[in-house]
């Protein structure tokens, strides 16, 4: 009996990718955390297959040695040092990284599956690397995503200079958003604070935003600081609430001078970092979600999410684009 899908065990193996970052792409929408251990599995079976798929390739003709020895070479000695350039100037997120880093690993070269008659992936490239095509499939389907929010923000008649990579949402909604604040009291900003930075604050203080709006003038107060603030997180979109949090300030004497919202407090006393906020940043921050009914923020978007899809075409279709260049006949 014929099976569905007919390629080598490895290749098979290596299908695992598409339910393990579909789950990621739906974790990532929801809380912008994957945890670690989502890669460990992926990275093992990489090494596995590697080392099999070498010792095939070293035992085979001295054309299938030099083939897989140059792809391998090519995934992980460019693709792999180039997602972490790309993490290192923080075009990615850690999740986004390792995710590529495990591709790198399991896909230096291109797999073949034969379903129903068709031999997918169906467009390939010269040079043959899988982990390129699935990094420039996801670049390319994540560049369409501004264009995608400008459409919809126009489609509504939300007309704004952020409109490209923003959106507005109400101030009771932003505890569950992800992103930066565009706004700050002087007009609209590309780099506002980020959100995460925002709910870390809010729960060091033991506050939620509703809090903070119902009493802004008293709590912008730095006297009006928890003697002993609660653990921040790091900033997931969880609804966490220490009982009590802000109940004790601290004493008058200990007061910080001219630190507004206690911004400059707060990213002293935690133990690692806001994501980049600055005190300036934070207290503008909040100055505007304290005031404002509708706020502009850049949701960012998930970068698992295009490479979940960018590897799902890679295996189906293959590579966009030298699909593009051999549709416009520059192949």
Do not use: C
């Not at 304290?290 to 279709?317: D, K, N, Q």
């Amino acid at each position: 009996m014929s099976t569905p899908i007919d390629a080598s065990i490895p290749d098979l193996l290596r299908l695992l990718v598409v339910p393990v970052f579909g789950w990621a792409a739906w974790r990532d929408v929801k809380t912008r955390r994957v945890p670690n251990r989502t890669w460990y599995p992926l990275a093992a079976l990489a090494i596995v297959l590697l080392a099999v798929e070498g010792w095939q390739a070293w035992t085979g003709t001295p054309y299938e040695t030099r083939a897989f020895a140059l792809r391998a070479a090519i995934s992980l000695g460019f693709v792999a040092p180039l997602v972490l350039a790309f993490w290192w100037f923080r075009a990615f997120g850690g999740a986004d990284a390792k995710a590529f880093l495990v591709i790198a690993a399991l896909f230096p070269t291109y797999p073949t599956y034969e379903v129903l008659g068709w031999v997918l992936p169906h467009q390939q490239t010269a040079v043959g690397v899988f982990s390129l095509t699935v990094l420039t499939n996801t670049v390319l389907l994540g560049a369409l995503y501004p264009l995608a929010v400008f459409a919809r923000n126009a489609a509504a008649g939300r007309f704004s200079s952020v409109m490209v990579v923003g959106k507005p949402v109400r101030w009771d909604d932003v505890p569950d958003e992800h992103g930066r604040l565009l706004e700050t009291p002087d007009g609209v900003t590309r780099n506002g604070v980020d959100l995460d930075a925002v709910r870390m604050y809010l729960r060091w203080r033991g506050l939620t935003l509703a809090d903070l709006r119902e009493r802004a003038d008293h709590l912008r107060d730095p006297a009006t600081l928890p003697a002993e603030p609660n653990p921040p997180g790091d900033g997931a979109a969880v609804e966490v609430r220490a009982d009590g949090g802000a109940a004790e300030a601290i004493p008058d004497e200990d007061a910080p001078v001219d630190d507004p919202w206690g911004a400059a407090a707060f990213l002293a006393d935690i133990d690692h970092g806001a994501y980049g906020t600055t005190p300036e940043g934070l207290r503008d921050g909040l100055d505007v979600l304290t005031r404002e009914e509708r706020v502009w923020v850049s949701p960012g978007i998930p970068f698992v999410v295009p490479l979940f899809v960018g590897t799902a075409v890679a295996l189906t279709y293959g590579d966009l684009l030298f699909g593009a260049i051999a549709f416009f006949g520059l192949a």
